[in-house]
């Protein structure tokens, strides 16, 4: 494929927080703001609040029963770019966001004719936010899973804002965006979408 700069990219960005729709969401407000700096490098897309659908539990690629994960793994499939945003609940990314990553463990039997796992040639990011520290905790845990199912990330694939210890204040509930953040959010989408262009016009080799 003939892959210019200018390439046009699609995106999905899950959002893990544990509370469904229509319940305000620092993680999908940062989730929001990333999918808008990718915007600005060729990307379109759109959010999914796991929460809202009826994710079961489980590592297969479809648990039956109304299982809501089939049709948002073929949106991720159908993408070139997945954003991965969630809460820090305990020192760790939200329950949510461990189903999701579970879910994605099946990918590691699916592949293509070639060998290579359908997640291949795409890229990840993640998203975190939380009043404590631990940023740097959770998008280490989602970075290796999402390596081991076959994801690729850019350097500095990973924006978060997390608050003071021992206070309350939530990050959708600023004035403003924070200038680090802001940066780190500009810097996921501009070095994001650069990998997933590379990816898309020289996909990895066939598995051994």
């Known amino acids: 494929m003939n892959t210019t700069e200018t390439t046009p990219l699609r995106a999905v960005a899950l ?117 404590e520290d631990g940023a740097h905790k959770v998008s280490a845990d989602l970075f290796q899973g999402l390596n081991d199912v076959g994801f690729s990330l850019a350097p500095n694939a990973v924006t978060y804002w997390v608050g003071e210890a021992m206070h309350k204040t939530d990050y959708q509930d600023l004035d403003e965006t924070p200038k680090a953040t802001a940066t780190a959010t500009a810097t996921l989408a501009a070095n994001t979408a650069h990998l997933a262009r590379r990816l898309k016009s020289a996909p990895y080799p066939a598995a051994p």
């Open 15 to 131: 959002v893990c927080t544990l509370s469904p729709s229509p319940a305000r969401s620092s993680s999908q407000l940062l989730a929001e703001q990333a999918m808008e700096a990718l915007s600005e490098h060729g990307v379109s897309g759109k959010v999914i609040r796991v929460a809202d659908h009826d994710v079961r539990t489980g590592v297969a690629t479809d648990m039956g029963d109304g299982d809501a994960w089939p049709e948002i793994r073929e949106t991720i499939l159908a993408c070139d770019i997945l954003v991965l945003s969630t809460p820090i609940w305990l020192g760790h990314p939200a329950s949510t966001a461990q189903r999701v990553m579970e879910r994605l463990n099946a990918e590691m039997s699916e592949t293509d004719e070639e060998g290579r796992m359908l997640t291949y040639g795409k890229a990840a990011a993640v998203c975190v936010v939380g009043n």
